[in-house]
């Protein structure tokens, strides 16, 4: 990772740590509309989001609001460097992985594989309008989805953030995944075309 992109990464995440309660709560109330109103948002089967942390945008609202045959999922760190998914309603036990996120306590025969899913919502540092993605550094989600490089969804990928998170462009490395969408407080990219292209 260049200097520039260390500088963009702590000035981003400083922008989303900086916004007040209200805007933060607003801002899961509309991504939550925003999520259930994509053209290609499921009505069964798995998705999942993650827990927010360090200023990500929360997506509990959206998850309150599926559809009845979804099933909810958190990502799960595995010791392959992947992520797998496993399903989680508020109440159910969660333990912390080694970066302190909480997981979903579940034995390794009832996780999912990144393929079985039907959506997911990233978290973001920063983002482009071409559904370029910047995270934070560790490549989960590009290894996880390394598959996507190759055919188009499912699953769909959708970033979520905050406006104040947008850049003009982000350079792409040979490995990152391009997202399908993104959504914002106050905005939807759909970004399926660039990803392509």
């Not at 999942?48 to 997506?59: F, P, T």
């Not at 970033?159 to 905005?187: I, K, M, N, P, S």
Request: hydrophobic letters at 45%; one cysteine or more.
């Amino acid at each position: 990772m260049t200097d520039d992109r260390k500088t963009l990464r702590r000035e981003l995440r400083a922008r989303r740590r900086n916004l007040g309660a209200p805007a933060r709560i607003a801002g899961a109330e509309a991504i939550a509309a925003r999520l259930l109103a994509l053209p290609f948002a499921p009505s069964e089967g798995y998705v999942a989001g993650y827990w927010a942390m360090d200023g990500e945008i929360a997506l509990h609202a959206w998850q309150l609001r599926l559809p009845k045959d979804c099933i909810y999922c958190l990502p799960v760190l595995h010791e392959d460097q992947r992520l797998r998914f496993a399903p989680w309603r508020p109440g159910d036990a969660l333990i912390p992985n080694k970066f302190g996120i909480p997981e979903p306590a579940l034995a390794e025969t009832s996780l999912l594989e990144p393929e079985q899913l039907s959506l997911i919502v990233l978290p973001l540092v920063g983002f482009d309008p071409r559904g370029h993605r910047l995270g934070m550094g560790g490549g989960w989600y590009d290894r996880s989805f390394a598959f996507r490089q190759q055919r188009a969804a499912p699953p769909w990928l959708v970033g979520a953030g905050f406006e104040t998170q947008r850049v003009d462009r982000l350079d792409a490395a040979d490995w990152d995944v391009a997202l399908d969408a993104v959504c914002t407080e106050a905005d939807t990219l759909d970004c399926r075309s660039a990803v392509f292209a």
